[in-house]
């Protein structure tokens, strides 16, 4: 119970509840005007932000529990597809459903962040839930029980970046702690919705967009190869009339929350310069109660696994 007090104080003081007042009264029509206002960005860009959702004291001490472990965060350096899927051998090995693209990125537990963090205190907020269900149109949402995934901080060391990807979950939910401080590096870029389910491969629309964005070595008979593939699949796209999908960077300043329909946008993170790391905080929330990464997505991103339920550290 304690624990819990404590938590809603802390989460009281980080949020911006003087920049957005009708947060202390989620139905209220101000409120439903706004979220209204983001459930369309949502749906028609694949994105809705709030700037300064944090306070100034607030982002200041979240980024100082992500600066405190940052030297240690387990970064994972591997290749991957658009679809973050294997290799498909049934497919022509141009194909941009088989290219894969270099990612760096390290990460932060949420099991390494102080007890009664700041951070964790506004990912436990019942108002943030009701805020993003609303915004992605589900009736209930929930925490995740994963005790290093559920609240976890990415770090964008210099040299740093995420290629191109769909995400798995359908639904993002980030706050933006500090940026690269070079300008025009560690960008956020994304697509509008290019697919409206997993199994959309859209591979026209992906094949264009690497071609054209992409700064990493992309074989020339890419988008030849993945046209031919798409006459060949149930994609939505029109392989003959497909335009090059346009690249959105995300206004995302410290502090600012974002709500992103990852699982449908194609989107990046630039290559980090300068000497001060990118910090991203990542929220996890679930359609079912009990919600867990398996222990393999464990190990790629922390280089460890734990069935331990978040929260039980604090219980004890």
């Known amino acids: 119970k304690t624990s819990t007090i404590l938590n809603t104080v802390l989460s009281l003081n980080a949020m911006n509840f003087e920049k957005y007042p009708w947060l202390a009264e989620i139905s209220s029509p101000e409120a439903v005007a706004a979220i209204d206002k983001a459930q369309q960005s949502y749906q028609q860009t694949g994105a809705a932000i709030f700037p300064n959702f944090l306070t100034p004291i607030g982002l200041k001490a979240c980024i100082q529990d992500a600066q405190a472990q940052e030297s240690t965060a387990f970064t994972t350096d591997d290749f991957h597809t658009a679809y973050l899927r294997p290799i498909n051998e049934n497919t022509d090995p141009l194909s941009v459903e088989n290219l894969e693209m270099r990612t760096q990125v390290a990460s932060i537990a949420y099991d390494e962040l102080p007890t009664n963090s700041v951070l964790g205190s506004v990912y436990e907020h019942p108002t943030l839930r009701k805020l993003v269900s609303k915004i992605v149109g589900k009736e209930t949402i929930y925490l995740s029980d994963d005790s290093l995934g559920c609240c976890s901080i990415n770090v964008f060391r210099p040299g740093y970046h995420h290629s191109f990807h769909f995400d798995e979950s359908e639904f993002s939910t980030t706050l933006m702690l500090q940026e690269s401080e070079t300008p025009g590096t560690g960008l956020f870029q994304y697509t509008k919705p290019l697919r409206d389910t997993p199994d959309d491969l859209a591979l026209s629309s992906v094949a264009h967009a690497i071609n054209t964005y992409a700064t990493d070595a992309v074989a020339k008979s890419l988008l030849e190869a993945s046209v031919k593939e798409t006459n060949n699949k149930n994609d939505k796209s029109n392989s003959s009339s497909t335009t090059i999908p346009s690249l959105h960077t995300l206004d995302f300043v410290p502090g600012t929350l974002s709500i992103f329909a990852g699982s449908k946008s194609l989107h990046r993170v630039t290559k980090v310069e300068g000497k001060v790391s990118r910090l991203v905080a990542v929220f996890t929330f679930a359609s ?29």
Not at 290 to 306: C, D, E, L, V, Y
């Open 288 to 316: 079912q109660p009990g919600f867990q990464n398996t222990p393999a997505i464990q190990k790629m991103f922390w280089g460890r696994s734990s069935s331990v339920p978040r929260g039980k550290k604090l219980e004890e």
